[in-house]
């Protein structure tokens, strides 16, 4: 079965970059979301595998902070492993602290790193 990730926040280059790298490594689909709304919608509809999501949202400066706050809280979600994007370690920090998966900085798509983190869920 096809594992499914959810990308939220991202503008379309950095979406398009996490979805080759997500494709490519683990054969994944991946889904976007633009705001925090579309990203609780999706995540109520459908089920996914790993929800990756920006600090501050592209499209409407949404915190990506306080998504990862809502999954957590919300018991039919929580379950739901989530990674931060962001390159700043006191995000990341304070994700982890929320409740997410230690995640990664768009500068470090590249390196096995991320691949190792990302394949704990997608491989």
Do not use: W
Request: net charge negative; with cysteine; hydrophobic share 40%.
């Amino acid at each position: 079965m096809t594992k499914r990730v959810l990308d939220v926040g991202n503008c379309s280059f950095d979406h398009g970059s996490i979805s080759r790298l997500v494709q490519r490594e683990f054969d994944a689909e991946v889904l976007q979301a633009h705001t925090t709304a579309e990203a609780l919608a999706s995540l109520s509809d459908q089920a996914f595998d790993l929800v990756l999501v920006n600090r501050k949202f592209d499209s409407d400066s949404d915190d990506g902070l306080e998504l990862i706050q809502q999954i957590k809280q919300d018991p039919r979600l929580r379950a739901t492993p989530v990674m931060l994007i962001s390159n700043y370690e006191q995000y990341q920090a304070e994700a982890v602290a929320a409740g997410a998966e230690p995640g990664f900085g768009k500068s470090q798509l590249a390196d096995a790193h991320t691949r190792d983190h990302l394949g704990r869920f997608l491989g």
